[in-house]
RNA sequence: CGGGGCGUGGCACAGCCCGGUAGUGCGCACGGUUCGGGUCCGUGAGGUCAUCGGUUCAAAUCCGAUCGCCCCGACCA
């Protein structure tokens, strides 16, 4: 019989164990509407600590937030031939509004690069009205054949900015600063070690001139786009007519370009993290990042206990910290709900600390004893702090050698194959060729995740074709 | 849309082959017990067996159709 109470190891079944995990700690769960996702209040407060932790880097360089139509025009799509071409299987049509058939069909908005192109070509009209910077919180929608909790959903929140500028350089200049915000994101707020870099052509978006990409690695050493930066030259410009007069009055097209980070994000956090006993949230986005556990048996021990906790807790006033205090559940079912849900630190305040001045401490980044320690009452403000930066940069260093250990560079193709057999990701010098990149996924299941920003400098001959090249990229199996 | 599987209390499943008044575990409610790693015991609530039709004295079980879901492929933040 298996151990319901138990998640189905991650070395068992990868997919098994995330959907357990992502039901049973209360993220999400699934919707009557096949492929769609009912964020729950453990998952959402996750959401917004996100959002904060974006929202605040995109404030600091200047963008503003600003909300756009869920509805958009069929017609807006069609304007941008690759954009139409890209996102028509996936579109979710509206043809009916109040009772009667619509003059013209509306799509629920897969993205927004239309609906806010149109409105830009409104709004600017001189190079003094440029740049424009603004980012919208929202959700979208497509139609995706194979769904999976945060990973990939019919519907999804993101958050998409969208900007234009009067120059290529700005733009390219605007695509590179917002991917190198999010790397600052997934490094220093999630822990999430990600390889920021350019996307082939044949992975870029729909529309798109050049595509951006932090690509991070899963537990399951499978590839995970985690956020999107991308140039879109003039090519929404020219669509929508977003034109502005020079300092010259010559009449010139906007550089427009927009990035994106979603809900998947959080996905990418489960994968990089999780163990066996549940999540493990990186302590400077984890809606409670202490929890404490009060144990007592009598009457009287529960008093002196309790007023310990509560004394603790408000010395504690600086942190996301919550009291279990149920009397229905034991101490043993509440440590273990809780590591589920992956709080980064445990505090248990029993007699015995009550008798010796102490609390005992128990950290989720490392299982078992090790992980828990007795520490005096006096200075516990101090105590908990450094311990929660302790976390923060044990989960980043675990994460980035799990990466480190499963990246290869073969020397030939044939290696290349075996590597990515087993699930590896390869560096390998690259000839850019669509064809031998589609050559490679239909032999390999492998796709270029992308060509990193730091390159080693010098010349070698590409995996596949031999050819010399001056750059080197990553292949490996993709979600 | 191609290949495979499954629909039975909230969840996970047994029962079906060989028709005879619906079962187990988890969860839930109540009482007690326990509480420093998912306590234990007792009592109880909860299901027109996916739907429609057929065979039969009798259908969860046999036959037919329909619907839905899951897994494997193609598409993808």
Same mark, same amino acid.
């Given at each position: 019989?298996?151990?319901?109470?138990?998640?189905?190891?991650?070395s068992?079944?990868?997919?098994?164990?995330?959907?357990?995990?992502?039901?049973r700690a209360?993220?999400?769960?699934?919707?009557p509407?096949?492929?769609?996702?009912?964020v729950?209040?453990y998952?959402?407060?996750?959401?917004?600590?996100?959002?904060?932790?974006?929202?605040?880097?995109?404030?600091?360089?200047?963008?503003?937030?600003?909300?756009?139509?869920?509805f958009?025009?069929?017609?807006f799509?069609?304007?941008?031939?690759?954009?139409?071409?890209?996102?028509?299987?996936?579109? $979710? &049509?509206?043809? /009916?509004? !109040?009772g009667?058939?619509l003059?013209?069909?509306?799509?629920?908005r897969?993205? *927004?690069? #239309? @609906?806010?192109?149109y409105?830009?070509?409104?709004?600017?009209?001189?190079?003094?009205?440029?740049?424009v910077?603004i980012?919208?919180?929202?959700?979208?929608?497509?139609?995706?054949?194979?769904?999976?909790?945060?990973?990939r959903?019919?519907?999804?929140?993101?958050?998409?900015?969208?900007?234009a500028h009067?120059?290529?350089?700005?733009?390219?200049?605007?695509?590179?600063?917002?991917?190198?915000?999010y790397t600052?994101?997934?490094?220093?707020?999630? $822990? &999430?070690?990600v /390889?920021p !870099?350019?996307?082939?052509?044949?992975e870029?978006f729909?529309g798109?001139?050049? *595509?951006? #990409? @932090?690509?991070?690695?899963?537990?399951?050493?499978?590839?995970?786009?985690?956020?999107?930066?991308?140039?879109?030259?003039q090519?929404?410009?020219?669509?929508?007519?977003?034109?502005y007069?020079?300092?010259?009055?010559?009449?010139?097209?906007?550089?427009?370009?927009?990035?994106?980070?979603?809900?998947?994000?959080?996905?990418?956090?489960?994968m990089?993290?999780?163990?066996?006993q549940?999540?493990?949230?990186?302590?400077?986005?984890?809606?409670?990042?202490?929890i404490?556990?009060p144990?007592?048996?009598?009457?009287?021990?529960?008093?002196?206990v309790?007023?310990?906790?509560?004394?603790?807790?408000?010395?504690?006033?600086?942190f996301?910290?919550?009291?279990?205090d149920?009397?229905?559940v034991?101490?043993?079912?509440?440590?273990?709900?809780?590591e589920?849900?992956?709080?980064?630190?445990?505090l248990e305040?029993?007699?015995?600390?009550?008798?010796?001045?102490?609390?005992?401490?128990?950290?989720?980044?490392?299982?078992?004893?090790?992980?828990?320690?007795?520490?005096?009452?006096?200075?516990?403000?101090?105590?908990v702090?450094?311990?929660?930066?302790?976390?923060?940069?044990?989960?980043?260093e675990?994460?980035?050698?799990?990466?480190?250990?499963?990246?290869?560079?073969?020397?030939?193709?044939?290696?290349?194959?075996?590597?990515?057999?087993n699930?590896g990701?390869?560096?390998?010098?690259w000839?850019?060729?669509?064809?031998?990149?589609?050559?490679?996924?239909?032999?390999t299941?492998?796709?270029?995740?992308?060509?990193?920003?730091d390159?080693?400098?010098g010349k070698?001959?590409?995996?596949?074709?031999?050819?010399e090249?001056?750059?080197?990229?990553?292949?490996a199996?993709?979600?």
């Open positions: 019989m298996v151990d319901e109470k138990k998640l189905t190891p991650k068992e079944n990868y997919s098994e164990w995330y959907n357990q995990l992502v039901q209360e993220l999400a769960d699934y919707a509407v096949r492929g769609c996702m009912v729950r209040p998952g959402w407060a996750l959401w917004e600590n996100i959002q904060d932790a974006l929202d605040s880097r995109f404030k600091a360089t200047g963008h503003v937030n600003a909300a756009f139509p869920l958009i025009p069929m017609s799509l069609e304007k941008e031939k690759e954009h139409v071409e890209g996102f028509s299987p996936e579109l $979710a &049509v509206v043809t /009916i509004g !109040g009667s058939e003059e013209e069909p509306l799509i629920v897969p993205t *927004s690069e #239309t @609906i806010i192109g409105m830009y070509s409104k709004w600017i009209q001189s190079y003094r009205d440029l740049p910077l980012n919208q919180w929202g959700n979208v929608v497509r139609w995706e054949m194979r769904t999976r909790l945060f990973l959903t019919l519907e999804f929140y993101w958050q998409e900015g969208h900007t009067a120059t290529p350089e700005e733009a390219e200049e605007e695509t590179l600063r917002m991917l190198n915000i600052d994101f997934a490094v220093n707020e999630a $822990a &999430v070690p /390889i !870099g350019r996307k082939s052509e044949s870029k729909a798109a001139v050049h *595509s951006y #990409t @932090i690509e991070a690695m899963m537990g399951d050493k499978k590839a995970l786009q985690a956020g999107t930066s991308h140039n879109l030259g090519n929404f410009a020219k669509a929508f007519d977003i034109d007069l020079d300092e010259n009055n010559t009449l010139q097209h906007c550089w427009t370009t927009s990035w994106g980070l979603s809900t998947r994000f959080i996905g990418a956090i489960i990089t993290h999780g163990d066996d549940g999540l493990i949230l990186p302590p400077r986005l984890a809606p409670t990042q202490i404490i556990v144990i007592f048996r009598k009457d009287d021990e529960q008093q002196q309790m007023a310990v906790v509560e004394r603790i807790k408000n010395e504690l006033h600086d996301r910290v919550k009291v279990d149920r009397t229905e034991t101490p043993g079912f509440k440590f273990n709900q809780w589920l849900r992956g709080v980064p630190l445990r305040i029993g007699p015995k600390d009550v008798a010796n001045n102490s609390v005992a401490l128990a950290r989720r980044d490392i299982p078992g004893r090790e992980g828990k320690s007795f520490v005096p009452q006096a200075g516990i403000a101090q105590t702090s450094e311990m929660l930066d302790a976390i923060q940069a044990n989960m980043l675990k994460a980035t050698q799990f990466r480190d250990e499963h990246i290869y560079e073969p020397k030939d193709y044939d290696e290349f194959k075996e590597i990515i057999q699930d990701w390869c560096y390998v010098w000839k850019p060729n669509a064809e031998n990149e589609a050559a490679i996924k239909e032999e299941k492998a796709t270029l995740r992308c060509i990193p920003l390159q080693p400098g070698g001959k590409c995996i596949f074709s031999g050819e090249s001056d750059q080197k990229v990553y292949f199996k993709a979600y």
